[in-house]
C-alpha cells in the first residue's frame, strides 16, 4: 500500500509539472496553450534522439530544453502575441495546431512506434524500511517539488514575480505602469514551456519509453489537474496532479489497468460535482496564481 | 518646454477622440484640461504615455521627440500617470503597488527611503503596508496611486480626474499636496471635471470640447469665458447625435 503510494506520487509529480505549466499560461495570460502536451513531448523524444546520435545524455536533455524554449517563442510568437485583440478561441485553437505540428514533426523524425529509451541511472535504488524508492522517480519527485516552489517563490518575492503578477491581474495596468510585456510575456511563456519539457524528459528517465503522442494522455490528466485543483491556482495544480496521480496507481493495483481511465476521470467528475470551482478554486472569482 | 504637443490627432476607428491638438507644459508649471465626458481628456494622457496611438502630430518630452517610443522608455524618461480609476492592483499589497510604480526604472537598489516616504506623506497607508491594496477605501486608492506614480520619479506626473467620486475633504487633501509638490519642482498636467478646483490650482488650463481645443488661457481668463461653460453643455444647444459619447472605460 505505501509503495503504491510513493508511486502514485511519483507519477504524479510529472502531471504536476505539466498542469503548473499549463496553470501558468491560463493564470497569468489566460490563454489555455494547447501546446504544452507537445513540449512535454519535444523533451522526451528530443532527449531519446539526442542520446541515439551518440550524446551523453545530460548534454541531451540540455539540447532538447533549450530546443523546447525556442519552440516556445515560436508558439508566442504566432499565436497569443499574432492574435491578440481576436477572439479568445483564435489563440486557443491555433496552439493546438501546433500541437499537431510538433506531432507529425516528430512522427517524420522518429516514426509513429514507441521508442525505448535508455536505462542511463543504472538500477540506483534506495530502500527505506521495507519501501523501494527507485533513483530517477526520486529524483523526478524533488525537482517537481523544488521547480514549483521556486516558481512560487519568483512570483512572490522578486521583481519580476510582481510585474508578473501586475501582468495576470490587467495587463492594461500593468503597461501603465511601465511593465514591458514584450519581453515579460515571452518570459512567461519559456517558463510555462520549460516545466513542461522538464516533465517529458523525467517521463522518458522514469518510464523508460518515448513516443510522438506521449504527450497527449499526459496533457489530458494535466489539463484535468489544473482543473479539479482550481483553474490558475498554483497549489490546485499541484494537488491535482499528485491526486491524479495516486488515484491512477492505486486503481491499477486493486482494478487492473482496464479500469484506470473510468476511475480516474470518475474521481473527477465527481469532485467538479461536489466542488465545481476545483480544490483550490472559487466558484465566482477565480483566483489567479 | 518639458512637453510640448504638435498638432496631435487620436483616432478610434471613426471616432476622432483629439483633432489636431497643440499643448505644452513648461518645467514646474500645472497644466489644467478640461472637458466633459468624451472630450478625448484620458484619450490624450493615454498617448503621452504611449498606451494609445497616435494618429497624426508629434509629442515632445524635454526636447527629445517621443512620439515613437515605447511606454517603459517614456516612464524612464520622466513622465507618470495616475490614471482614470486609480487602477490600483488589488491582489497586491500597498507596498507592491508602490514598488511597481517603479519598475520603468530597472533594477535599482534600495528602494526603502522612497517608500518611507511614501508613507509619511501618507500615514493611511503605512500602517497597512503588507495587507491587500483592497482594503483601502476610494480615497487611499487614489492616495495610493499618487505614490504609486511618485515612484517613477516622474518630471511630470499627469493625473487624469483624480478627484473622482471623492470626498471634498479627500479632494481638498490631494489638491494641496499637488500644490507643495509641484512646489518641490514637479510639473503636473491635470485633467479634471472638476473645473473650479483645477483651476484654482492650474497656472493655465486647455477646454477641450470633443476633441478639440475650445479656449485655452489663464484661470482668471478662463473662469470668465463662457466657452467653458459652453463646452460642459455639450458644444451648445440641444443634445445632438454626438453630444452623448459611449462612455469609455479606459
Ligand atoms: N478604446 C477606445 N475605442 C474606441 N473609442 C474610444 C476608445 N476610448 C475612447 N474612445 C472614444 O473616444 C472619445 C474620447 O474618449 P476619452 O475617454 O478620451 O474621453 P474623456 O474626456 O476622458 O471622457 P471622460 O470624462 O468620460 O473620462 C469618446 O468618444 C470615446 O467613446
Ligand atoms: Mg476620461
Keep these: ?289 | 518646454m518639458l512637453l510640448e504637443l504638435n498638432d496631435l490627432s487620436i483616432r478610434y476607428g471613426r471616432v476622432q477622440a483629439i483633432e489636431a491638438l497643440n499643448l505644452t507644459v513648461g518645467e514646474g508649471e500645472i497644466v489644467t484640461v478640461l472637458g466633459s465626458n468624451g472630450a478625448g481628456k484620458s484619450s490624450l494622457l493615454r498617448a503621452i504615455l504611449g498606451i494609445t496611438p497616435v494618429s497624426a502630430g508629434r509629442i515632445a518630452f524635454d526636447g527629445a521627440n517621443i512620439t515613437r517610443s515605447a511606454t517603459p522608455q517614456r516612464i524612464a524618461g520622466g513622465i507618470a500617470l495616475v490614471p482614470e480609476g486609480r487602477r490600483i492592483l488589488i491582489n497586491q499589497t500597498i507596498r507592491e503597488n508602490l514598488l511597481l510604480g517603479a519598475t520603468a526604472r530597472g533594477a535599482v537598489g534600495d528602494l526603502e527611503p522612497e517608500l518611507a516616504a511614501i508613507y509619511d506623506l501618507f500615514p493611511n497607508l503605512a500602517e497597512r503596508r503588507d495587507m491587500a491594496a483592497s482594503c483601502l477605501s476610494g480615497g487611499e486608492q487614489q492616495m495610493l496611486a499618487i505614490g504609486r506614480a511618485l515612484l517613477a520619479k516622474p518630471r511630470l506626473m499627469m493625473l487624469d480626474e483624480p478627484s473622482l467620486g471623492l470626498s471634498p475633504k479627500v479632494v481638498d487633501q490631494i489638491f494641496d499636496l499637488f500644490k507643495r509638490l509641484n512646489a518641490d519642482g514637479l510639473s503636473i498636467l491635470l485633467v479634471e471635471q472638476n473645473t473650479g478646483k483645477a483651476l484654482s490650482v492650474a497656472d493655465r488650463g486647455y477646454v477641450l470640447e470633443r476633441g478639440r481645443l475650445a479656449v485655452s488661457g489663464s484661470p482668471q481668463e478662463l473662469r470668465a469665458d463662457e466657452r467653458l461653460m459652453r463646452a460642459y453643455l455639450g458644444g451648445g444647444a440641444g443634445g445632438t447625435g454626438g453630444a452623448a459619447p459611449e462612455h469609455a472605460i479606459s
Excluded: H
Excluded at chain 1, 525556442?70 to 496552439?95: C, H, I, N, Q
Excluded at chain 1, 511563456?189 to 517521463?203: M, Q
Design chain 1, 1 to 289: 500500500m505505501a509503495q503504491q503510494l510513493v508511486n502514485g506520487l511519483m507519477l504524479g509529480s510529472i502531471y504536476v509539472l505539466v498542469a503548473v505549466s499549463l496553470t501558468l499560461s491560463i493564470g497569468i495570460l489566460n490563454f489555455l496553450n494547447f501546446s504544452i502536451p507537445g513540449l512535454f513531448m519535444l523533451g522526451g523524444v528530443l532527449t531519446w534522439l539526442m542520446i541515439k546520435l551518440g550524446f551523453a545524455w545530460p548534454l541531451a536533455a540540455i539540447t532538447a530544453l533549450l530546443a523546447v524554449c525556442v519552440a516556445a517563442l515560436v508558439v508566442e510568437r504566432f499565436t497569443y502575441r499574432w492574435m491578440k485583440g481576436s477572439d479568445p478561441e483564435v489563440p486557443l485553437v491555433s496552439s493546438l495546431g501546433f500541437l499537431i505540428l510538433f506531432e507529425n514533426l516528430m512522427l517524420v523524425a522518429v516514426g509513429s512506434d514507441q521508442q525505448a529509451f535508455p536505462q542511463v541511472f543504472a538500477d540506483f535504488n534506495l530502500r527505506i524500511g521495507g519501501l523501494l524508492l527507485g533513483g530517477p522517480q526520486l529524483i523526478s519527485l524533488v525537482l517537481s517539488i523544488v521547480l514549483v516552489v521556486m516558481i512560487s517563490w519568483v512570483l512572490r518575492k522578486t521583481r519580476y514575480g510582481r510585474q508578473v503578477r501586475a501582468i495576470a491581474e490587467d495587463p492594461e495596468t500593468a503597461g501603465i505602469l511601465g511593465i514591458d510585456l514584450q519581453r515579460i510575456v515571452p518570459l512567461v511563456f519559456i517558463a510555462s514551456g520549460l516545466l513542461a519539457a522538464i516533465g517529458g524528459v523525467l517521463f522518458a528517465f522514469n518510464y523508460l519509453q518515448v513516443s510522438p503522442f506521449m504527450g497527449e494522455e499526459v496533457g489530458l490528466k494535466g489539463i484535468s489537474a489544473m482543473i479539479v485543483g482550481g483553474m490558475g491556482n498554483i497549489w490546485g495544480a499541484i494537488a491535482g496532479g499528485l491526486l491524479i496521480g495516486v488515484t491512477e496507481v492505486f486503481s491499477i493495483y486493486f482494478l487492473g489497468s482496464d479500469f484506470v481511465d473510468i476511475v480516474v476521470y470518475g474521481v473527477l467528475l465527481v469532485l467538479l460535482i461536489l466542488r465545481p470551482g476545483g480544490l483550490f478554486g472559487r466558484v465566482e472569482q477565480r483566483e489567479k496564481l
